[in-house]
């Protein structure tokens, strides 16, 4: 993960330091990520809370700034938006990404109310501005929210590929930096054919564990200084944990 400071327009947003302070952080967490050998970044407006199902325009002018003038060259990069999806596509279509990370699917009792995306608009609109080709990961177990209804996290997945046309699914835990259930990895691995990524949790301790069920891992909080979801990143805690993948593969 790269997660970019508070942007303009939200409460942490420091106007002082403007938005070439937002392009000079991540740039250097970018530079850690990439220098310490991991296969993907994605970009996440992390600090902007509280926050909204609708970007203003001011936060997607400034991260699609931040993404232009600091994106990977020699591997992949994706866009997470909280939680605005057709944000999310928009930059990463205008940006080059190669995929997103959203909740699509399913409705939630959250921080931020009653949670209900419409995934049949978002897809429509991913259609309409030409970004068929960039893939589209579905949080299933989103973090800060409990779902509404009696469907199983499995009965969720299944239907968020079948009915939904996820590229990708994740899991989550309870919030950014918490463990996510290995259980509920494998009964939904045991029930879909495309890949499923756990999406929170995971750190030296746990990757072997992981990564035994899981495709991959999306990795945010334990790569920052002291483990602390909003800190910089800390390129000694990127290599360890790349050496351990390493050895997995």
């Given at each position: 993960?790269?997660?970019?400071?508070?942007?303009?327009?939200?409460?942490?947003?420091?106007?002082?330091?403007?938005?070439?302070?937002?392009?000079?952080?991540?740039?250097?967490?970018?530079?850690?990520?990439?220098?310490?050998?991991?296969?993907?970044?994605?970009?996440?407006?992390?600090?902007?809370?509280?926050?909204?199902?609708?970007?203003?325009?001011?936060?997607?002018?400034?991260?699609?700034?931040?993404?232009?003038?600091?994106?990977?060259?020699?591997?992949?990069?994706?866009?997470?938006?909280?939680?605005?999806?057709?944000?999310?596509?928009?930059?990463?279509?205008?940006?080059?990404?190669?995929?997103?990370?959203?909740?699509?699917?399913?409705?939630?009792?959250?921080?931020?109310?009653?949670?209900?995306?419409?995934?049949?608009?978002?897809?429509?609109?991913?259609?309409?501005?030409?970004?068929?080709?960039?893939?589209?990961?579905?949080?299933?177990?989103?973090?800060?929210?409990?779902?509404?209804?009696?469907?199983?996290?499995?009965?969720?997945?299944?239907?968020?590929?079948?009915?939904?046309l996820a590229d990708v699914i994740l899991v989550s835990?309870?919030?950014?930096?918490?463990?996510?259930?290995?259980?509920?990895?494998?009964?939904?691995?045991?029930?879909?054919?495309?890949?499923?990524?756990?999406?929170?949790?995971?750190?030296?301790?746990?990757?072997?564990?992981?990564?035994?069920?899981?495709?991959?891992?999306?990795?945010?909080?334990?790569?920052?200084?002291?483990?602390?979801?909003?800190?910089?990143?800390?390129?000694?805690?990127?290599?360890?944990?790349?050496?351990?993948?390493?050895?997995?593969?």
């Amino acid at each position: 993960m790269a997660h970019l400071p508070a942007l303009p327009g939200t409460p942490r947003y420091d106007r002082e330091k403007g938005v070439e302070h937002l392009i000079e952080r991540v740039r250097k967490d970018i530079e850690h990520l990439e220098h310490s050998g991991v296969d993907a970044i994605m970009f996440c407006n992390e600090d902007d809370r509280p926050y909204v199902f609708e970007a203003g325009i001011e936060q997607i002018a400034a991260m699609t700034r931040v993404i232009t003038e600091t994106k990977p060259t020699s591997i992949p990069f994706g866009v997470d938006f909280l939680w605005d999806p057709k944000a999310a596509i928009a930059m990463a279509h205008a940006t080059g990404a190669s995929f997103i990370r959203e909740v699509l699917t399913g409705v939630y009792e959250s921080d931020m109310g009653l949670w209900a995306p419409d995934v049949g608009e978002f897809m429509r609109f991913r259609n309409q501005i030409g970004a068929e080709n960039i893939r589209v990961f579905f949080n299933v177990v989103p973090e800060f929210a409990s779902p509404l209804g009696s469907r199983s996290e499995v009965e969720r997945a299944h239907s968020a590929v079948v009915s939904s046309l996820a590229d990708v699914i994740l899991v989550s835990g309870k919030m950014a930096g918490s463990e996510a259930d290995l259980s509920v990895i494998r009964d939904i691995k045991e029930h879909i054919d495309v890949p499923v990524l756990v999406n929170t949790g995971v750190k030296p301790g746990n990757v072997k564990e992981y990564l035994s069920v899981a495709d991959g891992a999306i990795v945010g909080s334990s790569l920052k200084i002291d483990g602390y979801t909003w800190n910089p990143v800390d390129p000694d805690r990127v290599t360890k944990l790349m050496a351990l993948v390493e050895e997995l593969r």
